[in-house]
C-alpha cells in the first residue's frame, strides 16, 4: 500500500514534510520523497491536502466492558476510537469485575481482538477490587497483557500502600498512572470549589483535593525511586508541583484532558451535567496554566478520560450525575483547536498524543518510522463541521462539545496497515 | 404593566424595581389575611401543584394557603408517598405532573439547579421554594417584606446574618435581594460556615458576633444543623452556642430598635435562646405572617396578574 502525496508529522522523528509512505506487512516499508518511483501494483490512498499522522495513543479512556455495557462496549468504543484518529486505547480498570486478575484482562484482550478494529491496552488495577488495600496480581496481569496499573475512580489512599505499590509494579517495569485526590477533602464536592461553586449551591472539590495527592504521590515515587504517571491534572498547583519534581530529577510524568484545555468551571452555570467530571472543571487561571504547560513540555501528554455515561444517568441532578464525559471523536478536533487558538506548534500536541504516551507506557508505536508499526491517521485539516448526535459512535452521547464546530477532520486511520474508518 | 418572569427560580434574576413590586403589592394581598372571609377570586380556576421533595412545614402550608386564599386549586405530593420512593426520577414526575395541566408548580428539592430545569422545561410556571444550597427565593421576600414593614425603608439597613452561611440558601437569596435594595449585608459565622468565595459576595465577613450585633438593625440568625459537627465545622452545640448563638447577654447589647429574625425551625438553645426568640425584638411571628402575603403576590403575578392589581 501507498499514502502518497499527503503532509508527514511525526514528533518521534522530527518530521514535518511531503512524502510518500509504503506499508508492507502492517509495518512502514520506506519513506519517499515526493515523486521518487514508487511500486507499481500498490493500493494508492491519495493523502494530497492532507496530514497524515501516526495514530493516536489515549492512554486514559474507560470501555466500560465487562459490566457496564449500556454505557458503551468494547466494539462501540473501538469504533469511536477509529473514528476519532485513535489507534490505540489505553482502558482504565474500574469494570465490573474490577481488572485486578489475569482473567478479566485477557477477557479484554481477546474480546478487542476478535472485534479487530483499534488496538486495545488494558490497565491493572493497583489493588483488588480498587479497594486500597492489597495489592492486585500485577505479575499475573503483566504476562496477560496489562501495559500499566492504576487506581483511577479510586485512588489508593493509604500513603503505605501506594509506597508499596509503585517498588511492586517496578518489579514488573510497569509504569503506574495515578489519579490523584484526597476524597475525604473533595468529599461531597461536584464542581470546583470557589465563589461560583457557591453562587450555584453545589459542593465544591477544592484544588487542594488534588494538589495535596500530587505533592504526597510525587515524594513517594522519589523516595522509592520508581516513576510515576500522574493523570488528568486540572489546577496550576498540580503543574507547579510537578515542575518542581521534574527540575528534581524526580521520575514523573503528566497528562491532561482536551476538555481541561478548552472548558472552564463556568461552563457549570446552567446545570448541565455534561460539564460534570472529575477532576473538574477549573479556573480560567488553571486552563490557561495548562496550555502553557503544554508549550513548556511540561505536561507530556493529553489523554481523553473518555468516561461514556447513559443519557438517563445524565439526566440526573447535577449533584447525582455521574462524573465524566466522551472524548475520543473530539481529541483531534481539540487539539486542532487548541493549536489554533494558542498558537502552538501542532506536532507538539500531536506529540501529547503519539510519541510521549508511547515513551511513558513503553509501547511500539506513536512514530511513523522505516519499520513503524503502521498505524495511521489521515488527517484533513480544511473542512469545518459541527459535532451532532448522530455523528457519535460511543453508545453513549455525554459530549459538552455537541452543536461545536470543529476545524477538520479525520479521514482515514488504519491500524497495523488495516483501514478501521474512513469517513464518508 | 405586564410582569415578565414566568418563573420565580432565584432573586438573583429579579430586579431591583421588581422586587419592589412584589414587596409594595404584597401589602394589599396582606389585608385579605385579616378579613373575617379570607378568600378572593384571583385565581378561580387556577391549579397549584406542590411538589415537597424535603421536609417542610412553614413554607409548604404558607404557599398551600396563599394559593387558596386566592381561590386557586391545590394539591400537595411529597417524596414519602409519591413514586420518587419508587425510583421515578424527578424530570418523569415533572412531565406526568405536566401532562396533568397544572397552571404552577411550586418545587423544594434538596439538590440546586432543578427548578432552573423545570423553568426552561416546562411551560407551567416554576416557583423555586427551596433548592439545596442554591436560592430561596420567596424567603428572601418576605423577609425583606417584613423588614420593610417594620423600619419603612430598606436602604440603608444594617442587617446581620448569622449562621451555617456555607450551607444556606436562605443567607444566598437574602444577600443577593438584600444588596438589590441598598441595605448592608454582613455576615457572621465561624470560618467552617462561611462559603468558598464569600470575599466575592461584597459583603462584610465577620467571625466575631458580639461587634457586629451593636451595630446591626436586622439580626438573622439562621438554623445550623447537627451534621456540620459531623462534618467539624464546629466541635459541638455548646461551643457554638458560645460565640454565636443569640441569647440574653447578646439581646442586651443590640441597638435600640433592632430586631431578630428567624426563618425557622428554630434550634432553641443553639442558634438562639428563648429570650431572643420570643421577646419584644422577635419578629419571627411577622416573617410567617408576611409570607403567605408575599406568596399570594407571587402566585398572583406568575399566573399572569398585572402590576398594580389591574
Known amino acids: ?424 | 404593566m405586564n410582569w415578565p418572569h414566568k418563573d420565580i427560580v432565584a432573586i438573583a434574576d429579579l430586579s431591583r424595581e421588581e422586587i419592589y413590586t412584589i414587596l409594595d403589592m404584597s401589602t394589599s394581598f396582606k389585608e385579605i389575611s385579616k378579613r373575617d372571609i379570607k378568600k378572593v377570586p384571583t385565581l378561580r380556576g387556577k391549579t397549584v401543584v406542590l411538589l415537597f421533595y424535603e421536609a417542610s412545614t412553614r413554607t409548604r402550608l404558607s404557599f398551600e394557603l396563599a394559593a387558596k386564599r386566592l381561590s386557586a386549586d391545590t394539591t400537595a405530593l411529597s417524596a414519602s408517598g409519591s413514586s420518587f420512593q419508587k425510583g421515578e426520577t424527578i424530570m418523569d414526575a415533572a412531565f406526568n405532573v405536566m401532562a396533568m395541566a397544572p397552571d404552577c408548580i411550586v418545587i423544594r428539592y434538596p439538590y440546586a439547579g432543578l427548578p432552573r430545569k423545570l423553568a426552561r422545561e416546562l411551560p407551567c410556571s416554576i416557583i423555586n421554594a427551596g433548592d439545596g444550597t442554591h436560592e430561596h427565593p420567596t424567603q428572601a421576600l418576605l423577609d425583606m417584606y417584613s423588614m420593610r414593614e417594620h423600619f419603612g425603608t430598606l436602604e440603608g439597613l444594617q442587617v446581620a446574618i448569622v449562621g451555617d452561611i456555607a450551607h444556606s440558601r436562605v443567607a444566598r437569596s437574602n444577600v443577593y435581594g438584600l444588596q438589590k435594595v441598598g441595605a448592608h449585608v454582613t455576615v457572621v459565622a465561624p470560618k467552617t460556615l462561611l462559603p468558598p468565595g464569600v470575599r466575592t459576595w461584597g459583603v462584610d465577613v465577620s467571625c466575631d458576633f458580639d461587634p457586629v450585633i451593636q451595630e446591626a438593625d436586622v439580626i438573622m440568625m439562621l438554623r445550623v444543623q447537627r451534621e456540620r459537627i459531623d462534618e467539624q465545622c464546629f466541635p459541638d452545640e455548646r461551643e457554638y452556642a458560645y460565640f454565636y448563638g443569640l441569647n440574653k447577654r447578646r439581646v442586651d447589647m443590640m441597638k435600640p430598635g433592632a430586631v431578630i429574625m428567624h426563618p425557622g425551625p428554630m434550634n432553641r438553645g443553639v442558634e438562639i435562646t428563648h429570650d431572643a426568640a420570643d421577646g419584644n425584638r422577635s419578629i419571627i411571628l411577622n416573617q410567617v405572617e408576611n409570607g403567605v402575603a408575599v406568596r399570594m403576590t407571587l402566585l398572583y403575578l406568575s399566573l399572569g396578574g398585572n402590576v398594580n392589581g389591574d
Open chain 1, 1 to 424: 500500500m501507498v499514502i502518497k502525496g499527503g503532509r508527514i508529522i511525526d514528533p518521534a522523528n522530527n518530521r514535518d514534510d511531503f512524502a510518500d509512505i509504503t506499508v508492507r506487512n502492517g509495518r512502514i516499508q520506506e519513506i519517499l520523497p515526493p515523486g521518487a518511483a514508487l511500486p507499481s501494483g500498490e493500493e494508492v490512498i491519495d493523502a494530497t491536502g492532507h496530514w497524515v499522522l501516526p495514530g493516536l495513543i489515549d492512554m486514559h479512556a474507560h470501555l466500560r466492558e465487562p459490566g457496564y455495557e449500556y454505557k458503551e462496549d468494547i466494539t462501540s468504543g473501538s469504533l469511536a476510537a477509529a473514528a476519532g484518529g485513535i489507534t490505540t486505547v489505553v482502558c482504565m480498570a474500574n469494570t465490573e469485575p474490577v481488572n485486578d486478575n489475569a482473567a478479566v484482562t485477557q477477557y479484554i484482550i481477546r474480546k478487542a481482538s476478535s472485534i479487530g478494529l483499534v488496538r486495545v491496552l488494558p490497565v491493572g488495577a493497583i489493588t483488588k477490587g480498587l479497594k486500597g488495600k492489597e495489592l492486585s496480581e500485577m505479575g499475573l496481569m503483566k504476562q496477560a497483557g496489562i501495559v500499566a496499573v492504576s487506581d483511577d475512580g479510586r485512588p489508593v489512599e493509604s500513603a503505605a500502600v501506594m509506597l508499596r505499590a509503585l517498588e511492586y509494579a517496578d518489579t514488573f517495569s510497569l509504569p503506574v498512572i495515578l489519579h490523584c485526590e484526597d476524597r475525604a477533602l473533595s468529599a461531597k464536592g461536584v464542581m470546583n470549589e470557589g465563589a461560583l461553586s457557591s453562587r450555584l449551591g453545589l459542593a465544591g472539590i477544592p484544588a487542594i483535593a488534588e494538589e495535596t495527592m500530587v505533592s504526597r504521590d510525587v515524594l513517594i515515587a522519589q523516595y522509592a525511586g520508581v516513576p510515576v504517571h500522574i493523570t488528568h491534572i486540572s489546577t496550576r498547583g498540580s503543574l507547579e508541583i510537578i515542575r518542581g519534581a521534574k527540575q528534581q530529577g524526580i521520575r514523573v510524568t503528566c497528562d491532561t484532558t482536551p476538555h481541561h484545555l478548552v472548558l472552564t468551571e463556568d461552563s457549570v452555570g446552567t446545570y448541565d451535567t455534561n460539564y460534570k467530571m472529575n477532576p473538574p472543571l477549573r479556573h480560567e487561571d488553571d486552563r490557561h496554566a495548562l496550555v502553557e504547560g503544554i508549550r513548556m513540555n511540561l505536561v507530556d501528554c493529553i489523554a481523553t478520560d473518555h468516561a461514556p455515561h447513559a443519557g438517563d444517568e445524565k439526566a440526573l441532578d447535577f449533584d447525582l450525575a455521574p462524573f465524566g464525559i466522551i472524548g475520543f471523536q473530539t481529541l483531534l478536533p481539540l487539539l486542532m483547536k487548541i493549536h489554533l487558538e494558542h498558537d502552538i506548534d501542532f506536532s507538539q500536541l500531536l506529540a501529547c498524543v503519539t510519541k510521549n504516551p508511547a515513551k511513558i507506557l513503553g509501547l511500539d508505536g506513536g512514530a511513523l518510522g522505516q519499520g513503524s508499526m503502521a498505524d495511521i491517521t489521515i488527517f484533513d485539516p480544511g473542512p469545518t463541521w459541527t459535532l451532532t448526535e448522530e455523528m457519535i459512535l460511543s453508545k453513549s452521547k455525554n459530549s459538552p462539545f455537541l452543536g461545536w464546530t470543529f476545524n477538520g477532520r479525520v479521514v482515514r486511520t488504519m491500524v497495523e496497515g488495516r483501514t478501521v474508518f474512513v469517513s464518508d
